[in-house]
């Protein structure tokens, strides 16, 4: 089945602490891999994509994940987070043999406490 | 103005009871897509249309209709609603063409309780 998994649903941490959502993908799925931020009370917006390139990733609000093909994985980063960050977080995937639908990961809640 | 809207925001219906919710988007997309939000399980496709002359099932399309009267508006129909289709549900679009069709861009969503 088409998977995108991300390992963790909660993460809380501490403002200006970094943090790593991860995200790991199956082979049924392509390599066009996105991240999305849902702010509370909001739909979906795009933080940033790997197409192709350079394997690290930069986006919105000091984001940036790392393509890592041996290891099956798109994990996002950010050095120092705000409280502002607090919101869901989607993982998701172009579906694999040619599918240009998205298959999204189960989400992690990122809580950023003062 | 929001690009994608969606009406209503929330909507607290009963068993049986068909609703329609309705997407408007002021982008140009062509593709349009209906998801569903539940806690714990992220977002599923319902259904989604390429143009306005095409319409696919979605991973969970059962219980749900879709139609696409323009290339603007995409409204999701549930013909008798049912408890366990209370979610959050959102409509998204994307432009055609690799790699625009990547980026969708979200609706602020629709609240569903069906008691």
């Known amino acids: 089945a088409q998977s995108v998994t991300q390992l963790d649903s909660q993460v809380p941490v501490f403002e200006e602490a970094p943090v790593e959502l991860r995200c790991n993908y199956s082979s049924s799925v392509s390599v066009y891999l996105f991240w999305y931020v849902q702010y509370p009370n909001q739909g979906l917006q795009l933080l940033l994509k790997?197409?192709?390139?350079?394997?690290l990733v930069k986006g919105i609000n000091g984001f940036e994940a790392e393509f890592n093909k041996s290891q099956t994985s798109f994990h996002l980063r950010k050095p120092s987070v705000h409280i502002s960050d607090t919101a869901e977080y989607f993982c998701?995937?172009?579906?694999?043999?040619?599918?240009?639908?998205?298959?999204f990961g189960k989400g992690t809640k990122l809580t950023v406490n003062p | 103005d929001a690009d994608v809207t969606q009406t209503p925001r929330n909507r607290i219906t009963k068993t049986g009871k068909r609703i329609m919710l309705e997407c408007s988007q002021t982008k140009g997309h062509d593709r349009m897509y209906w998801y569903r939000q539940d806690p714990g399980l992220g977002l599923r496709l319902i259904y989604y249309?390429?143009?306005?002359?095409?319409?696919n099932k979605g991973e969970i399309s059962d219980g749900y209709s879709v139609s696409r009267q323009a290339q603007a508006k995409f409204s999701l129909s549930l013909e008798s609603a049912i408890p366990n289709q209370t979610a959050l549900y959102f409509c998204?679009?994307?432009?055609?063409?690799?790699?625009?069709?990547?980026?969708?861009?979200f609706g602020p969503g629709t609240r569903l309780t069906v008691l």
């Open positions: 249309s390429f143009d306005v002359k095409d319409i």
């Open positions: 790997y197409l192709s390139g350079s394997t």
């Open positions: 998701a995937a172009l579906g694999g043999g040619g599918s240009e639908k998205l298959v």
């Open positions: 998204a679009t994307s432009d055609s063409g690799f790699p625009a069709y990547n980026e969708q861009f």
